[in-house]
Nanobody, 125 residues
C-alpha cells in the first residue's frame, strides 16, 4: 500500500473530523493529492485536491466552505479537515496521487498514479 488514509470514525451532525493521508515508499512533494469518497450504493465522488508545487487547492461544491485540505511534505502527509459534517458526508474516503489536480469527475480522477485503502466516515443525524 503506497497511500493510507486514516482518521475516520463515527460523529454526529455538525461535528468535525480530520483525515490523514500518509505516503510510504515515495515522496509526496511533486504530486497533487486528491480525496474522493464513495458512499454505499453510490458512485465515487471527488472531494478535494491540493497541488504539489504551489499547494493550490480545489473543492467539490458539496464540501466548499466546510472542508480544508493541507499538506506537510516533510511528514509525507496530506490532511482533510472536515467541519460541519452532514449525514450525506457518510462514505469511505480515499486519497490518491496525481501528476496534477484533476477535475472532479470520475473519468478525470481515475485511474490515479497511486491510491490505497480508505477510511470510513459515518455521520449520524
Amino acid at each position: 500500500v503506497q497511500l493510507q488514509a486514516s482518521g475516520g470514525g463515527l460523529v454526529q451532525t455538525g461535528h468535525s473530523l480530520r483525515l490523514s493521508c500518509a505516503a510510504s515508499s515515495f515522496t509526496l512533494d511533486y504530486y497533487a493529492i486528491g480525496w474522493f469518497r464513495q458512499a454505499p450504493g453510490k458512485e465515487r465522488e471527488g472531494v478535494s485536491c491540493i497541488s504539489g508545487p504551489d499547494r493550490s487547492t480545489s473543492y467539490a461544491e458539496p464540501v466548499k466552505g466546510r472542508f480544508t485540505i493541507s499538506r506537510d511534505n516533510r511528514k509525507r502527509t496530506v490532511y482533510l479537515q472536515m467541519n460541519s459534517l452532514k449525514p450525506e458526508d457518510t462514505a469511505v474516503y480515499y486519497c490518491a496521487a496525481y501528476t496534477a489536480c484533476p477535475r472532479f469527475d470520475i473519468d478525470s480522477m481515475f485511474p490515479p498514479a497511486y491510491w490505497g485503502q480508505g477510511t470510513l466516515v459515518t455521520v449520524s443525524s
